[in-house]
């Protein structure tokens, strides 16, 4: 089992950058697929992005494509969501997720099986 710890949250103006970052534990971080996931308040959390395990193949959500970027670097053992060009709508507590199982990645938050313990993003108007 890996475990996740997510850091780089904080308050941001709206239209500057944030980078989270997720270190997780283990030495066979490489076997993961990873995601990030968050929760606005009063919201249920939603799919943002994921990776593969090569980190040649990534998806977005359509609220953050083109502004947010996933990478990973497995030598590491971290993956990183660069986010840009932030909205106060993307407020929320951004949480790391991460797959051992399964070729095709899902956006099936019920398909992770292990979650760090957030990091809050604020994003100030």
């Known amino acids: 089992q890996v475990q996740l710890v997510e850091s780089g949250g904080g308050l941001v103006q709206a239209g500057g950058s944030l980078r989270l970052s997720c270190l997780a534990s283990g030495r066979t971080f490489s076997s993961y697929q990873m995601a990030w996931f968050r929760q606005a308040p009063g919201e249920v959390r939603e799919f943002v992005t994921h990776?593969?395990?090569?980190?040649?193949?990534?998806n977005y959500a359509d609220s953050v494509k083109g502004r947010f970027t996933i990478s990973r670097d497995n030598a590491k053992n971290t993956v990183y969501l660069q986010m840009n060009s932030l909205k106060p709508e993307d407020t929320a507590v951004y949480y790391c997720?991460?797959?051992?199982?399964?070729?095709?990645?899902?956006?099936?938050?019920?398909?992770?099986?292990?979650w760090g313990q957030g990091t809050q993003v604020t994003v100030s108007s």
């Open positions: 990776i593969s395990r090569s980190g040649k193949t990534t």
């Open positions: 997720a991460a797959r051992l199982s399964g070729q095709v990645l899902t956006v099936r938050q019920e398909e992770y099986t292990n």
